[in-house]
């Protein structure tokens, strides 16, 4: 499990549109890993990193923690769906030609293990399963440090051009 220091959400920001038209999916997120891009709100505000990527695989790390808890006394379904949708949506991202976006069209999540203040860092690992031209689909599971499956989910994103 790679520890990466968690941004904090006033060193945050979004990659300029026009970056985006000139490199690729997987050179934009190569520099947002490399630290040479600030990382997105979402990753202060919530505290996860992209921490790998390579074609059709995109990974985060983060530890969820007591600011993650729902009343019941357990990290929200939410940290796990915002893990997932970003690692699955961000694998697509790594396939697409400059010029080209990505959104979230739908997805389903399986939380098959409850995750605590005490669970320690999580790895999310987005894999791409179909490129298509309009629409893609990609997978993603959350493991512990241990290598237990916390959840996994998959999704379908649509493409287009900017």
Known sequence: MQAAELPKLADCAVVPLDLWKTKSGLEVLRELVAG????PPMAG???FN??????GVAVFAGTP???H??????????????LLDSCMTCSIQTTLPAGTGVTTLEYKINLVRAMTKDTGPVRAEGKMIHPGKRTATAEGRIIDSQGRLLAHGTTTCFVFPL
Request: no cysteine; net charge negative.
């Open 65 to 67: 923690g007591f600011q």
């Open 45 to 47: 505000l919530i505290g």
């Open 50 to 55: 992209l921490i790998e990527v390579d074609e």
């Open 69 to 82: 808890y729902n009343p019941a006394g357990a990290v929200h379904g939410g940290y796990a769906a915002a």
């Open 36 to 39: 040479r891009l600030p990382p």
